[in-house]
């Protein structure tokens, strides 16, 4: 069974940096295809980033295109979104998730596990 645990939300002005963890167990989290989503206060769940691992492909939603980065590190099985240049638009629940094979989609119905979600807020 395969569980996340993400960790890195907080307080951040608008222009800073955060740096998300989503701790992978079950799995080894390049066997994965993931993805980071988020949900603001009254808005659906969106997508944020996603990776193939086995091709090192990534894609990214067109608002944070350029801003966030999605990587991971094999020795602490642990994946990573980047958020740098943070908006207030950004302030939003976000969830790592993981499907148990197929592409790394944009649809958060596609996504078999899911993390219990960490926050991030602008200070501003």
């Known amino acids: 069974q395969v569980q996340l645990v993400e960790s890195g939300g907080g307080l951040v002005q608008a222009g800073g940096s955060l740096r998300l963890s989503c701790v992978v167990s079950g799995r080894t989290f390049s066997s994965l295809p993931m993805g980071w989503f988020r949900q603001a206060p009254g808005n659906k769940r969106e997508f944020v980033a996603a990776v193939n691992w086995s091709i090192r492909s990534t894609s990214y939603a067109d608002s944070v295109q350029g801003r966030f980065t999605i990587s991971g590190d094999n020795a602490k099985n642990t994946v990573y979104l980047q958020m740098n240049s943070l908006k207030p638009e950004d302030t939003a629940v976000y969830y790592c998730?993981?499907?148990?094979?197929?592409?790394?989609?944009?649809?958060?119905?596609?996504?078999?596990?899911w993390g219990q979600g960490t926050q991030v807020t602008d200070s501003s």
């Open positions: 998730a993981a499907r148990s094979r197929g592409w790394p989609g944009r649809l958060d119905s596609e996504y078999d596990y």
